[in-house]
């Protein structure tokens, strides 16, 4: 009897965690709240400003939500755990400069790409600025991200050194501890521009991605909303207004 209530009650527990659903467009709807995961911390795209949550998706987020009739209820973490966390139901949705990849898309549902971009090489020493170039260098990387993957591509490096944030990465090339460092073309503009002084210098693009939101795998109903919203905010000119705001130029894909 004993035996069969503790396997009752196992089953229970099980079932509870197992029966977490990604909630449907009418659900989130219907709450008039949706649930957002991002980092914070890749800027210009997500970033604190002192204690606020900002930054370029961030903002286009507030206005894709708005088109929809909802409140964005926001949550920061780190990188790696974001798209897990989509997997396992605990957020509606995750906006994090993701770039749309064949590997992610076997576990999560991406929306319409809200800019393109693509990961670019900087260096402090101008002779750094090809992918050839990287040769017997160290190259740093933000743990979980597509230039690690692409970085690893590079067969001739000497070494590839992982960080848990792209501002470590940053961070260990402008101390010299790397020889260069690969992250999105639009963090390593805005960084230069910033920076003047520190002799960030900018090379090549390694790679081009479509950067998306990504919903849990299946989340159809969810995505679709999303993209209609997108799509009108993308058409109304108040996407344009925040991309020229942030980037000078309009970053949407082409
Ligand atoms: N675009 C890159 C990727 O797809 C990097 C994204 C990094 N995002 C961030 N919030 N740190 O992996």
Redesign the pocket.
Known sequence: MKLLKAVATALAFCAAFSSAQARTLDEVKKDGKILIA??G??AP??FFNGTTLTGFEVETAELVAKKMGLTIQWKTLG?DALLTGLRQDRWDLVI????I?DERAKAVTFTDPHYC?G?MIIAMDPAIKSAKDLAGKVVAV?T?????ENVQKVSSIKEMKNFP??VDARSALNSRRVDAWV??RFVAKAVAEKNPGAGFKLGDMLFI?R?AAAVAKGNTSLAAGWNKALAEVMADGSYAALSKKYFNEDVRCQ
């Not at 994090?96 to 770039?99: C, D, K, L, Y």
């Not at 979980?144 to 690690?148: D, E, F, I, N, Q």
């Open positions: 991002t980092e911390q890749f795209f997500n990188f994090a400069s993701h770039g990849t971009s990961g933000q979980g991200t597509s230039y690690l944030t792209d992250t999105d991605e950067i």
